[in-house]
């Protein structure tokens, strides 16, 4: 099982530019999460989906978009990037808020 | 929603002492406590948790204490090692909700 899996690792992007995160998780999870971790900040959850075909806002939604693919895929889009939005982006996945897998990470600079 | 607050942000201990890392919560209907391990470039890793029904739990050299009455709970580590260097993080959370994560404790482990 190769668990949560990320792409890409690494991406920067221009002001205005757009790009989707892609994660995809082998774990039969029902449950999938996007966060975006700065520097003293912790974790803060960006969008969740509970189940297939349902997303839901977290604590910091605003320049995000969501897409649940399939049980499997749930990716993070990014319409119009802004400096802000440099950070490492997280995927994650569990059965409802227990026991959240986490991917390796993508790394994303906004020039 | 939820506040965890974390202390301290960064610790130093000899190898073999013992490391103690510090979570209060803000809202009492919170019942479950998980905390992660993350090591560098990596995604966070749960390394243990406890739900409000249970005061203490232990899993070999870490061990996770929880106040339910002051809203606090706290990791402990004990005989560290090198390899519990890593950035570890607390949160709460009403089960069936989203994560409320903590800002993070860098520890350092000096051999």
């Known amino acids: 099982n190769a668990g949560v899996t990320q792409t890409p690792k690494f991406q920067v992007l221009k002001t205005g530019q757009s790009m989707t995160l892609q994660c995809a998780q082998d774990?039969?999870?029902?449950?999938m999460y996007w966060y975006r971790q700065d520097p003293g900040m912790g974790l803060r959850l960006i969008y969740y989906?509970?189940?297939?075909?349902?997303?839901d806002k977290g604590e910091v939604p605003n320049g995000y978009n969501v897409s649940r693919l399939n049980k499997r895929e749930f990716s993070l889009r990014l319409e119009s990037a802004a400096p802000s939005q440099t950070s490492v982006y997280f995927c994650?996945?569990?059965?409802?808020?227990?026991?959240?897998?986490f991917g390796p990470g993508t790394r994303l600079t906004v020039t | 929603g939820e506040n965890v607050e974390q202390h301290p942000s960064t610790l130093s201990v000899q190898e073999g002492d013992s490391a103690v890392i510090k979570c209060t919560y803000s809202d009492s209907a919170s019942n479950y406590f998980p905390w992660y391990k993350q090591e560098l470039g990596k995604g966070p890793q749960l390394i243990i948790d406890?739900?409000?029904?249970?005061g203490e739990k232990k899993d070999q050299r870490i061990a996770v204490t929880l106040n339910k009455t002051a809203k606090h709970f706290s990791l402990h580590i004990t005989e560290t090692q090198p390899e519990d260097s890593a950035v570890y993080f607390c949160?709460?959370?009403?089960?069936?909700?989203?994560?409320?994560f903590g800002t993070g404790t860098s520890l350092t482990v000096i051999p």
């Open positions: 774990m039969n999870h029902n449950s």
């Open positions: 994650a996945s569990g059965w409802s808020s227990y026991e959240q897998y």
């Open positions: 989906s509970a189940s297939e075909g349902t997303t």
């Open positions: 949160a709460a959370t009403l089960l069936g909700n989203q994560f409320y």
């Open positions: 406890i739900r409000s029904n249970v």
